[in-house]
């Protein structure tokens, strides 16, 4: 794996974490401080602290990575729940998002309702260009050490992306570009309200 380029700053000793009640969509917070200056917690209708890809030509036409690690528990009463865990891109603004799944879980059932905790990892290879407008990839999925997905296309491509100005551009005054292209974060939907729902990541990170 090659060095990360951007990352939020999230560890086994300092994770991002979610849970409680609810069957909504729970994302994970970035941390507060550079990465998440507001403190603001990520949501269906805001996506403060998202991990940024970056314009300015720095990925157009390159292949790049993106890493995401963790594990989850359920609680301790009801039926087995299912849990899904998705990668979603930003394509909108962070105050605004407009949400795109591009890697998928799909509905996990987790087995054990006593505080076991499930590890769970993302990894995909990606590439789009402004010639194209697209982001395109492979991505695997790993879940309580089974494969869910095995290098499969993105659950959803993106595209009217541009990663930074043409030559032609480059060159003009009057250029207008977007930096960050989009915006990626990381959801868990629990199927069962627990209050002992709970899940952490330990890694986000672009290479």
């Known amino acids: 794996m090659s060095t990360p380029f951007n990352n939020w700053q999230v560890s086994g000793t300092y994770p991002s974490t979610v849970g409680g009640t609810g069957t909504t969509a729970k994302y994970f917070p970035a941390p507060s401080g550079q990465i998440n200056t507001t403190g603001t917690a990520p949501s269906a209708t805001n996506a403060a602290g ?19 690690a963790g594990n989850f528990e359920v609680g301790s009463g009801g039926a087995c729940p299912n849990v899904l865990i998705e990668v979603v891109a930003n394509t909108g603004t962070v105050t605004s998002p407009s949400y795109t799944v591009i890697m998928t879980s799909g509905q996990i059932t987790a087995q054990n309702l006593t505080g076991t905790f499930y590890d769970w990892f993302f990894d995909a290879e990606v590439i789009g260009s402004t010639g194209s407008g697209t982001l395109t990839g492979l991505y695997s999925a790993v879940i309580d050490g089974s494969v869910v997905r095995n290098n499969v ?37 629990f199927s069962v309200s627990e209050p002992g729902n709970a899940a952490n990541m330990y890694q986000f990170e672009l290479y």
Do not use: C, E, M
């Not at 998202?50 to 995401?68: H, S, T, Y």
């Open 50 to 68: 998202q991990l940024d890809v970056p314009g300015r030509n720095i990925v157009n036409g390159r292949a790049f990575g993106i890493v995401a």
């Open 153 to 189: 296309v993105l659950t959803n491509n993106l595209s009217g992306l541009a990663f930074g100005p043409t030559a032609a551009q480059a060159q003009s005054s009057n250029q207008t570009t977007t930096d960050p292209v989009f915006g990626l974060l990381v959801r868990v939907t």
